[in-house]
């Protein structure tokens, strides 16, 4: 059952280099309204930036493709992220999983952007089908921030 959402956005954009700083600066703007913390909002880009780099370096390798990003703002100051592609997806998903394997090592790959993804989120799921694509899906709980000493 999907739970409901306080606010969402979704967009969509061409698999292109440029536009994971796009994906960045969308979702940053977005959750702005939850005022995160500075050292939050830079994991939740981080993690968006993993998931979107994989899209474009991976599953639409030598080919432009469209991805599609769904943020939902929920109660309890959780955002929800789902990135997903229709590009070559992941044969074996617990393997790309794992902390240093890439499949382009040619291209210096570190091979750690779901070890990334997962440890700036409370919750990461991957979901794919080999030629369907691939889904990202990713959970964090934000902390309720306190006033700074003189503000109100």
Do not use: W
Request: hydrophobic share 40%; aromatic share 6%.
């Amino acid at each position: 059952m999907k739970e409901s959402s306080l606010n969402e956005m979704t967009v969509q954009f061409p698999s292109l280099s440029e536009n994971e700083r796009f994906a960045r600066l969308a979702v940053s703007g977005f959750i702005s309204s939850l005022d995160p913390a500075l050292d939050e909002l830079s994991e939740i880009k981080t993690a968006v930036s993993e998931a979107v780099t994989n899209c474009i370096v991976h599953a639409y390798r030598d080919t432009v493709g469209i991805i599609s990003m769904q943020v939902r703002i929920l109660e309890g100051m959780r955002v929800y992220i789902r990135i997903r592609d229709k590009g070559c997806g992941i044969p074996d998903v617990a393997q790309a999983r794992t902390p240093l394997f890439t499949t382009a090592p040619d291209e210096e790959r570190a091979g750690l952007g779901f070890a990334i993804m997962e440890s700036f989120t409370d919750r990461l799921r991957v979901t794919s089908r080999e030629g369907k694509g691939t889904t990202v899906t990713m959970l964090r709980t934000l902390r309720t921030r306190k006033p700074a000493d003189g503000e109100v």
